[in-house]
């Protein structure tokens, strides 16, 4: 990539990522991340691939600049190499596909090939810059996702993997990061891809492509690790559809897969003959062959993910690692890393999927193409706990007030609140956390999250049924304070951004019968097995969010007021919106989400609503909602 000096003035770069999904935009001065956030917080549709035209308002806004006062404007993949992989890539398949060329062929010609035109044409509509003032950029997809990890981590050099669906032509990258610079060593190039390959298990069980991994990830501790048929679905999958090499590249058998040059993922009648299983349609019951088929996808990705780590140690010979593409995010995946001992160091980048390419991209070209040299905090990384999103005013607080008509508390003590609160939750209510600015990237952290008592043994089941409306086996997260982690958990690092799974610890767990794999799926779900019931998954497991009281003094402060009362210093902490919406931006969005569920109490900054004194309130019945796969 050519670079330039710039040496005495500020460099401020939008990041921009879009058209695909997860749109985002990122604004970064000299390095510093000024302000990172996801379209669909705004335009309140989930996963939008629309241009990110909110989101850079807000940025401009919180940076104080005008799109003429960038130095660049930087797209997170190359679209014509992308042009360049398709073209091949229906070619080498033909006769193959020639209903899904005709389809995608004229989006690419009448939109995608002309990219730079469309990035102008968005930011036009937001204000009027003279364009030769601007550099329009292009980094590379996998590059975009290496930058978004190595650059924000407090490593001076590291092993970098990146995986994910595809970018340009490549699925997975191993990378050496040092001090300002990024180098690719290998790639693994399209159509074998360890994400599409996980994809092709979410859509034949039911689940939406793109957005339903997580589902999948969630479902896979249901199955039984010792029954004969989720072992025999390990040995059909390494057999049949992927070869994996000792270097955890891999090769999937495309007579199998449709992705490449057709409209569907798989080639359904032959799974339906490999698997000896029907694909599952949304709303179908789950049985005990999703879960074991679950659990031996799950297996089958860890082995590769674990396979290319050992092979990233081997090249780059570094004790850190750099996680971040969609892959990333399996943090069941990520926890196996960990355990193994491969790297003495681990970062992943918490907005490790497509949204974080806005902030890879912007990052990769102030160090590389401006040569720029990084400043590194010890132990610190550059992503403040991911609060990166807007924050809220107390007059804008009091706006939504009105408008709705809303009965709230208002406490000037903040230490006064905290301790209503936890009280609140100790008393088994649940609590909408509304706080400063928004987390980025999927996870709720603590600034827009629901909260709840993870000793209930109903829990689960009441934020499933009755808050969240989604599927009653997902799992919910703990968020425990940073000091007490090994306290609750078999985990040998912090977890700020919940992407690291490990075990509870032995002292919470509670007997099991012999007979516990043979139960039915929902006797194992509501089976007690642990003190803090609601954050334990059936294999023991939790996905854990360690909370730091230096990044988020208010969270920590209500997660140690709830220990005073109950003797416990975690709480259980999952993201603000229900099943099918985007995690909630506004204090309006807060207020909607709250009213329109069975929440308990809403607190948003200094305020505290009360369902039961609410003016409005929603009829019971009304709240009964059809699970649509989101």
Same mark, same amino acid.
């Given at each position: 990539?050519?670079?330039?000096?710039?040496?005495?003035?500020?460099?401020?770069?939008?990041?921009?990522?879009?058209?695909?999904?997860?749109?985002?935009?990122?604004?970064?001065?000299?390095?510093?991340?000024?302000? *990172?956030?996801?379209?669909?917080?705004?335009?309140?549709?989930?996963?939008? #691939?629309?241009?990110?035209?909110?989101?850079?308002?807000?940025?401009?806004?919180?940076?104080?600049?005008?799109?003429?006062?960038?130095?660049?404007?930087?797209?997170?993949?190359?679209?014509?190499?992308?042009?360049?992989?398709?073209?091949?890539?229906?070619?080498?398949?033909?006769?193959?596909?020639?209903?899904?060329?005709?389809?995608?062929?004229?989006?690419?010609?009448?939109?995608?090939?002309?990219?730079?035109?469309?990035?102008?044409?968005?930011?036009?509509?937001?204000?009027?810059?003279?364009?030769?003032?601007?550099?329009?950029?292009?980094?590379?997809?996998?590059?975009?996702?290496?930058?978004?990890?190595?650059?924000?981590?407090?490593? /001076?050099?590291?092993?970098?993997?990146?995986?994910?669906?595809?970018?340009?032509?490549?699925?997975?990258?191993?990378?050496?990061?040092? /001090?300002?610079?990024?180098?690719?060593?290998?790639?693994?190039?399209?159509?074998? *891809?360890?994400?599409?390959?996980?994809?092709?298990?979410?859509?034949?069980?039911?689940?939406?492509?793109?957005?339903?991994?997580?589902?999948?990830?969630?479902?896979? #501790?249901?199955?039984?690790?010792?029954?004969?048929?989720?072992?025999?679905?390990?040995?059909?999958?390494?057999?049949?559809?992927?070869?994996?090499?000792?270097?955890?590249?891999?090769?999937?058998?495309?007579?199998?897969?449709?992705?490449?040059?057709?409209?569907?993922?798989?080639?359904?009648?032959?799974?339906?003959?490999?698997?000896?299983?029907?694909?599952?349609?949304?709303?179908?019951?789950?049985?005990?062959?999703?879960?074991?088929?679950?659990?031996?996808?799950?297996?089958?990705?860890?082995?590769?993910?674990?396979?290319?780590?050992?092979?990233?140690?081997?090249?780059?010979?570094?004790?850190?690692?750099?996680?971040?593409?969609?892959?990333?995010?399996?943090?069941?995946?990520?926890?196996?890393?960990?355990?193994?001992?491969?790297?003495?160091?681990?970062?992943? @980048?918490?907005?490790?999927?497509?949204?974080?390419?806005?902030?890879?991209?912007?990052?990769?070209?102030?160090?590389?193409?401006?040569?720029?040299?990084?400043?590194?905090?010890?132990?610190?990384?550059?992503?403040?706990?991911?609060?990166?999103?807007?924050?809220?005013?107390?007059?804008?607080?009091?706006?939504?007030?009105?408008?709705?008509?809303?009965?709230?508390?208002?406490?000037?003590?903040?230490?006064?609140?905290?301790?209503?609160?936890?009280?609140?939750?100790?008393?088994?209510?649940?609590?909408?956390?509304? @706080?400063?600015?928004?987390?980025?990237?999927?996870?709720?952290?603590?600034?827009?999250?629901?909260?709840?008592?993870?000793?209930?043994?109903?829990?689960?089941?009441?934020? /499933?049924?009755?808050?969240?409306?989604?599927?009653?086996?997902?799992?919910?997260?703990?968020?425990?304070?940073?000091?007490?982690?090994?306290?609750?958990?078999?985990?040998?690092?912090?977890? #700020?951004?919940?992407?690291?799974?490990?075990?509870?610890?032995?002292?919470?767990?509670?007997?099991?019968?012999?007979?516990?794999?043979?139960?039915?799926?929902?006797?194992?779900?509501?089976?007690?097995?642990?003190?803090?019931?609601?954050?334990?998954?059936?294999?023991?497991?939790?996905?854990? @969010?360690?909370?730091?009281?230096?990044?988020?003094?208010?969270?920590?402060?209500?997660?140690?007021?709830?220990?005073?009362?109950?003797?416990?210093?975690?709480?259980?902490?999952?993201?603000?919106?229900?099943?099918?919406?985007?995690?909630?931006?506004?204090?309006?969005?807060?207020?909607?989400?709250?009213?329109?569920?069975?929440?308990?109490?809403?607190?948003?900054?200094?305020?505290?609503?009360?369902?039961?004194?609410?003016?409005?309130?929603?009829?019971?019945?009304?709240?009964?909602?059809?699970?649509?796969?989101?």
């Amino acid at each position: 990539m050519k670079k330039i000096n710039n040496i005495s003035e500020s460099v401020n770069i939008l990041g921009i990522s879009c058209f695909y999904h997860d749109s985002s935009a990122c604004l970064i001065t000299d390095g510093e991340i000024i302000a *990172s956030v996801q379209e669909e917080r705004f335009s309140r549709i989930k996963h939008t #691939p629309e241009f990110p035209k909110n989101s850079i308002k807000y940025c401009l806004e919180e940076s104080g600049l005008t799109i003429e006062e960038l130095d660049a404007v930087v797209f997170y993949d190359k679209p014509l190499l992308k042009f360049e992989r398709l073209l091949e890539t229906y070619y080498s398949f033909s006769p193959r596909g020639l209903s899904s060329f005709l389809t995608s062929i004229p989006v690419w010609l009448n939109e995608k090939m002309f990219l730079k035109k469309q990035l102008i044409d968005g930011l036009l509509e937001i204000e009027n810059f003279d364009r030769s003032k601007i550099k329009f950029l292009f980094p590379e997809h996998h590059l975009s996702h290496a930058s978004s990890a190595f650059f924000t981590s407090p490593f /001076n050099e590291s092993a970098i993997l990146t995986i994910d669906g595809v970018g340009e032509w490549s699925t997975a990258s191993i990378g050496l990061g040092q /001090n300002n610079r990024i180098e690719i060593l290998k790639d693994l190039n399209f159509p074998h *891809s360890v994400g599409l390959l996980y994809t092709s298990f979410t859509y034949f069980l039911g689940f939406k492509v793109n957005s339903g991994e997580y589902k999948l990830m969630g479902l896979a #501790p249901y199955g039984n690790p010792e029954s004969k048929q989720t072992l025999d679905y390990i040995k059909i999958i390494k057999e049949t559809l992927v070869d994996i090499k000792n270097d955890g590249s891999i090769w999937l058998n495309q007579n199998y897969f449709d992705y490449a040059t057709g409209l569907k993922m798989i080639k359904i009648n032959l799974w339906k003959n490999l698997f000896s299983l029907n694909v599952r349609k949304p709303e179908d019951d789950i049985n005990q062959e999703h879960c074991n088929l679950a659990l031996a996808i799950q297996k089958v990705t860890e082995e590769i993910v674990l396979k290319m780590s050992i092979h990233a140690k081997e090249i780059t010979k570094s004790d850190n690692l750099c996680l971040a593409g969609g892959v990333a995010l399996n943090c069941v995946a990520n926890g196996l890393i960990l355990k193994e001992n491969i790297f003495k160091n681990i970062y992943i @980048q918490p907005a490790a999927g497509d949204a974080g390419g806005s902030l890879g991209a912007a990052l990769s070209i102030y160090y590389q193409y401006f040569d720029k040299q990084r400043v590194i905090e010890k132990h610190k990384d550059k992503m403040q706990g991911t609060y990166l999103g807007p924050t809220y005013s107390e007059k804008e607080i009091n706006h939504m007030n009105k408008k709705f008509k809303t009965i709230f508390s208002k406490y000037d003590d903040f230490k006064i609140l905290s301790k209503f609160i936890a009280k609140k939750i100790s008393l088994g209510k649940v609590v909408g956390w509304f @706080q400063d600015r928004m987390e980025f990237g999927p996870r709720a952290l603590g600034n827009r999250s629901i909260l709840g008592d993870p000793r209930d043994e109903g829990m689960q089941k009441k934020l /499933n049924l009755k808050i969240k409306y989604r599927e009653s086996f997902r799992p919910f997260a703990p968020s425990v304070l940073e000091e007490l982690r090994e306290e609750y958990f078999d985990l040998k690092a912090d977890s #700020p951004y919940m992407l690291l799974v490990g075990n509870i610890d032995k002292k919470i767990k509670l007997k099991l019968p012999n007979n516990y794999n043979d139960l039915s799926l929902y006797e194992r779900l509501y089976f007690k097995r642990s003190k803090l019931q609601a954050i334990t998954h059936l294999d023991f497991s939790a996905r854990v @969010q360690t909370v730091s009281k230096k990044t988020n003094p208010k969270f920590w402060g209500l997660i140690n007021d709830f220990k005073k009362i109950t003797g416990y210093g975690v709480l259980i902490n999952t993201s603000f919106n229900v099943r099918g919406e985007p995690i909630v931006c506004s204090p309006e969005d807060a207020y909607k989400c709250f009213m329109n569920t069975e929440m308990d109490y809403l607190v948003i900054n200094n305020f505290i609503y009360s369902k039961k004194k609410q003016i409005n309130l929603i009829d019971k019945s009304k709240l009964i909602t059809k699970f649509k796969d989101d």
